[in-house]
């Protein structure tokens, strides 16, 4: 009697030792790092950035060591985490445009465990802290944006009435009146200029306007009004936020924070800071894209615009009508794949209205030519000196637009189609990336980059920490001394249940966070409840004058339906607060849920395994409990 077969003692060895394998990383403390790599995710680095760097913090003054190279990104370690943010300026400036350099940590984690796929688990912003990034949004370049659309609206609507006029968009010559520029309407006769005001009351009739006559010549004047303005400027704000927090859970950041600040700020917090290079390039890249037709050989010089391949072998530059038939706005769904040729190349559906304007266009323009345009914000930094001799960092932002192909139209397209013209698959992949993830609807800029502490504090952390570990004292001390070597099974068996929910913990990727710890602590007592309801009922079997191995058997047997039905009920309320909450509240859920499950195998199936080993097949007259 209480026997277990040699498979079940097995099976239970070899989930302690895979807990214990997947759980040892978190013993391994990482090292303050910077991380450097290309804007571009399709350019390699230098072969000697490594020594670059090296020489670079050596010259600052920075220890540093074990310098690393995967891939596209370089890693270099440092011996102290207040130099991080010098470190960083220091390799930025020094590298110049062209490179990301990002504060990070450096995992220490033995190889020999990496090979097996164990890494530590990730920490919440409030037990690690993490990299706090401050961007701010162009709002004035998503105001222009909305001129030049509503301008060739306008032109559009022009031509359909037939009304003879040019427009155009004027920079403001009154920046108190409107800092973001006018559309101007030109037109030859007052009486043209009537029919103009007539469109204009029709269809923008949310627009101030003004009119005025210049050497016989009629204008009309449209503008934004400020509530019109701040309208434009909330939904690129919002948008943008979105996007960013569309750009963050592709990158697979745990529980991050993505809220708006102030007028035009956004705020992104990546707890335990993971790639943060490939997050900072992610984060801050303003990729879209521009589907234009080729402009015909007789089409006016204001009606077509020059652009460069960018790649020589297409051609040097190409003519593009200034109509745009559909953005990357309009991309519904985005992937990396190959062509027949092995080529990388970036499968794109559009949505509803931009499957439609694309096949109008292309319905219409069978065997000419479609060009993608690729658009990319870039900022160029330079270093110059004020009047008083202070270093002054000035920011040029600068647009770089290239096409990537000009293929002929064979059929009318539909919301289904390819890009292709890519350099390399990491460059199809980010673009499918930022594609699916949604265009920003303007440019954001880093104003502030830093790695932020505990955000409870370190303080309240070691208190959290010291209860949790009291209170497992306390509840060991009791054990060993109510139930005596039962106690002690029990004590082992909590001991192995706190390795397992942390190694599971570990391969789920879940986040601890400071409520996650009240979970596990939560779980502690569970655990223990569930041995002591075994127990009691063994001592009243006992009492009752039951052999000591009818009583073990009845203990355990017995006692199982009372605990099944409290840690069921226990579980099902941990997944409802998983369902329904949010931040720390899912923490809690997170380690209570898997908690209640690694302590119903401790607890039960463990402890009477040491109970069998101890007890099982002898001819016991009395036992420690």
């Known amino acids: 009697m209480n026997k277990y077969p040699v498979w079940k003692?097995?099976?239970?060895?070899?989930?302690?030792?895979?807990?214990?394998?997947?759980?040892?990383?978190?013993?391994?403390?990482?090292?303050?790092?910077?991380?450097?790599?290309?804007?571009?995710?399709?350019?390699?680095?230098?072969?000697?950035?490594?020594a670059r760097i090296g020489d670079i913090l050596d010259e600052a003054g920075i220890d540093h060591f074990g310098g690393q190279v995967d891939a596209n990104t370089a890693l270099v370690r440092l011996t102290d985490q207040d130099?991080?943010?010098?470190?960083?300026?220091?390799?930025?400036?020094?590298?110049?445009?062209?490179?990301?350099?990002?504060?990070?940590?450096?995992?220490?984690?033995?190889?020999?465990?990496?090979?097996?796929?164990?890494?530590?688990?990730?920490?919440?912003?409030?037990?690690?802290?993490?990299?706090?990034?401050?961007?701010?949004v162009d709002t004035q370049a998503a105001v222009a944006k909305r001129l030049d659309v509503l301008s060739d609206d306008i032109k559009t609507n022009m031509r359909e009435q037939r009304l003879r006029g040019i427009v155009t968009v004027e920079p403001s010559n009154d920046p108190e009146e409107t800092p973001y520029g006018s559309i101007r309407l030109r037109f030859n006769s007052e009486e043209l200029r009537e029919q103009g005001l007539s469109l204009v009351r029709s269809n923008y009739s949310d627009m101030i306007r003004r009119t005025e006559e210049v050497d016989g010549d009629y204008y009309i004047w449209l503008s934004f009004s400020e509530l019109k303005i701040a309208e434009i400027e909330n939904y690129a704000v919002d948008q943008n936020r979105t996007t960013l927090n569309n750009r963050v859970n592709e990158?697979?950041?745990?529980?991050?924070?993505?809220?708006?600040?102030?007028?035009?700020?956004?705020?992104?917090?990546?707890?335990?800071?993971?790639?943060?290079?490939?997050?900072?390039?992610?984060?801050?890249?303003?990729?879209?894209?521009?589907?234009?037709?080729?402009?015909?050989?007789?089409?006016?010089?204001?009606?077509?615009?020059?652009f460069e391949f960018r790649d020589p072998a297409q051609g040097a530059s190409i003519d593009l009508e200034r109509r745009i038939i559909v953005t990357g706005d309009r991309v519904s769904n985005a992937a990396a794949s190959f062509d027949e040729n092995g080529r990388p190349q970036v499968n794109i559906s559009l949505d509803g209205q931009g499957g439609k304007l694309m096949h109008r266009a292309t319905r219409d323009n069978i065997k000419r030519r479609m060009a993608i345009l690729f658009i990319e914000r870039k900022i160029r930094t330079r270093y110059e000196q004020d009047a008083e001799g202070n270093e002054v960092v000035i920011k040029e932002k600068y647009d770089v637009k290239e096409v990537l192909s000009a293929p002929t139209i064979q059929s009318a397209l539909g919301s289904q189609f390819r890009i292709t013209g890519l350099d390399s698959p990491a460059e199809s992949s980010e673009l499918a990336l930022l594609l699916r993830a949604g265009a920003l609807a303007a440019p954001i800029e880093f104003v502030e980059e830093r790695t932020v502490g505990p955000s409870l504090g370190a303080e309240n952390i070691q208190l959290g920490l010291m209860s949790a570990q009291i209170g497992m004292?306390?509840?060991?001390?009791?054990?060993?001394?109510?139930?005596?070597?039962?106690?002690?099974?029990?004590?082992?068996?909590?001991?192995?249940?706190?390795?397992?929910?942390?190694?599971?913990?570990?391969?789920?990727?879940?986040?601890?966070?400071?409520?996650?710890?009240?979970?596990?602590?939560?779980?502690?007592?569970?655990?223990?409840?569930?041995?002591?309801?075994?127990?009691?009922?063994?001592?009243?079997?006992?009492?009752?004058?039951?052999?000591?191995?009818?009583?073990?058997?009845?203990?355990?047997?017995r006692a199982m339906v009372t605990i099944l039905d409290a840690n069921i009920t226990t579980l099902l309320t941990a997944v409802i607060l998983y369902a329904i909450g949010t931040g720390p509240v899912r923490g809690f859920a997170v380690t209570l849920s898997l908690g209640i499950i690694t302590s119903m195998f401790t607890a039960i199936i463990f402890t009477r395994s040491l109970v069998n080993m101890t007890y099982g097949g002898r001819r016991i007259k009395k036992l420690s409990i």
């Open 473 to 557: 004292a306390l509840v060991v001390v009791f054990m060993l001394v109510y139930y005596r070597l039962f106690g002690l099974f029990a004590n082992i068996a909590l001991a192995f249940n706190i390795v397992l929910v942390v190694a599971c913990m570990s391969m789920l990727s879940a986040t601890l966070t400071l409520p996650g710890i009240a979970g596990i602590v939560l779980t502690v007592g569970m655990a223990v409840d569930a041995n002591v309801l075994i127990f009691a009922r063994i001592r009243e079997e006992l009492a009752a004058g039951s052999s000591p191995q009818m009583a073990i058997s009845a203990g355990y047997d």
């Open 251 to 306: 990158l697979g950041v745990a529980e991050p924070l993505v809220q708006r600040q102030g007028r035009n700020r956004i705020v992104v917090e990546l707890p335990g800071i993971q790639d943060t290079a490939e997050a900072k390039r992610i984060l801050g890249k303003t990729a879209n894209l521009e589907f234009r037709l080729v402009a015909k050989f007789n089409e006016s010089s204001t009606g077509k615009e020059t």
């Open 83 to 136: 130099m991080q943010l010098r470190a960083q300026a220091t390799v930025k400036r020094a590298l110049g445009d062209g490179f990301v350099v990002a504060v990070n940590l450096a995992p220490t984690t033995p190889d020999w465990l990496r090979s097996l796929g164990a890494g530590p688990m990730k920490l919440g912003l409030d037990l690690s802290g993490g990299v706090h990034f401050l961007l701010e």
């Open 9 to 50: 003692y097995l099976l239970i060895i070899a989930v302690l030792a895979l807990g214990t394998v997947y759980a040892l990383p978190n013993l391994y403390a990482p090292d303050p790092a910077i991380q450097i790599s290309t804007e571009s995710s399709g350019e390699s680095l230098p072969n000697d950035v490594i």
